[in-house]
Structures are given as structure tokens and as C-alpha cells.
């Protein structure tokens, strides 16, 4: 049983270049979301997902894209990296009751140059 | 006002020592309550849920209060092991779901 799996574990971009964070569960969770924590700082979410098809935006979603075609799937697309975004990016998953928590993905590392 | 507040910290210990970490939550309505620890650079994890009659695990023990939408932890014979930053999270009804604190950090001094 696998859990999160979030690929890669670490990037390194130029500036204005696309990329995708991948994150996959193998847990059948309905709930899904994508975090960046800065050096220092707590998690912001960026977008989250109650289930295939439907997703939402967090506080601080400028910058980035996400889908939901699967319930396993919730990648997270960065359209044009900025300097700003360098951070590491952390997806999560939870059953709908959320009665257990979330289980994170060991995250991104992600540095944009 | 944020949604969850917590101490901010940091908090320096000894060895041994008996540490207390405080959270506050906004939303009347929420439902469940976790304290998560994250140590550097890695993911956080759940450290335990938060029942309303109070729980305990080993050395650590969580109390919730709903009357005044508080929520503590409790951590005895602190080891330096313990040493992370601790995360108060709160399920709100609907939305984002799950809300997280700012997190203490807790260091344990030898």
C-alpha cells in the first residue's frame, strides 16, 4: 500500500518554463489538495479537489493549474514558473468523512532559477 | 481572525521536561481535530485525533474543548526525539476541509 506518491522530489526550473507535479493515491480517497510551505512558514493550500471532475481553488492558487479526471490522479500544473514559486509542494488525500486525517505525499522540492 | 491560532513558539526544553501546546478555532461548526508533527524538511504526519473526551498515547495526551473551541497537547518526559513542529488541524464543514494551524516548534535540549 503505497499511499501519496508524489513525483519528482526535486526540480529545478528556469524561469518561465511549465512543468507538472504529479501526485497519486492509492487509498480511494474522494478529498485531495496541493500545499506549498516556504522556508519558515505554514502550509498554504493551493487548490484542493472533493472528487473526480471537481476542483476548487485555495488561498493562494495564482500561477497554477490542477484536473481531476481519476480519483486516484491530482497533478498540479505550474503554467509559468516564477522565482515566487520556489517551495516545496506537498499533496494530500482523505477519505470524505475526513474522521482520519490527511496522509501526505513526501513532497516536491521545487527551485525556480 | 485566523481559523486555527496556535502558540507561537518556539518552544526550548530539557530533556524530561513537561511541554503544553495551546490552539484555538474559529469555526464553531468544525467537526474533527488532529495534532500533526512535521520534523525539517520532511512531510507532516498524524500524530493523533482529538476526541472530545480527551485521548491519550503513551507520553502524549490531547484535550478539546468545544465550549471554547480550544485544543491542547500535552507531551511528558519530553525526549529529543520529540523535537518538530507541531500542527493543530481542524475539519471545517465544507470548502477546503481541513484547516491547518501555523505550527510550534519544539526543540529538546539535551
Known amino acids: 500500500n503505497a499511499g501519496v506518491t508524489q513525483t519528482p522530489k526535486f526540480q529545478v526550473l528556469k524561469t518561465g518554463q511549465s512543468m507538472t507535479l504529479q501526485c497519486a493515491q492509492d487509498m480511494n480517497h474522494e478529498y485531495m489538495s496541493w500545499y506549498r510551505q516556504d522556508p519558515g512558514m505554514g502550509l498554504r493550500l493551493i487548490h484542493y479537489s472533493v472528487g473526480a471532475g471537481i476542483t476548487d481553488q485555495g488561498e493562494v492558487p495564482n500561477g497554477y493549474n490542477v484536473s481531476r479526471s481519476t480519483t486516484e490522479d491530482f497533478p498540479l500544473r505550474l503554467l509559468s514558473a516564477a522565482p515566487s514559486q520556489t517551495s516545496v509542494y506537498f499533496c494530500a488525500s482523505s477519505n470524505n468523512q475526513g474522521y482520519v486525517g490527511y496522509t501526505f505525499g513526501s513532497g516536491t522540492r521545487l527551485t525556480v532559477v | ?110
Do not use: H
Open chain 2, 1 to 110: 481572525r485566523k481559523e486555527v491560532e496556535q502558540d507561537p513558539g518556539p518552544f526550548n526544553v530539557p530533556e524530561g521536561a513537561t511541554v503544553a501546546f495551546n490552539c484555538t478555532y474559529s469555526n464553531s461548526a468544525s467537526q474533527s481535530f488532529f495534532w500533526y508533527r512535521q520534523d525539517c524538511r520532511k512531510e507532516p504526519k498524524l500524530l493523533m485525533s482529538v476526541y472530545s473526551s480527551g485521548n491519550e498515547d503513551g507520553r502524549f495526551t490531547a484535550q478539546l474543548n468545544r465550549a471554547s473551541q480550544y485544543i491542547s497537547l500535552l507531551i511528558r518526559d519530553s525526549k529529543l526525539s520529540d523535537s518538530a513542529t507541531y500542527l493543530c488541524v481542524v475539519k471545517v464543514p465544507s470548502g477546503q476541509n481541513f484547516v491547518f494551524g501555523p505550527g510550534t516548534r519544539l526543540s529538546v535540549l539535551p
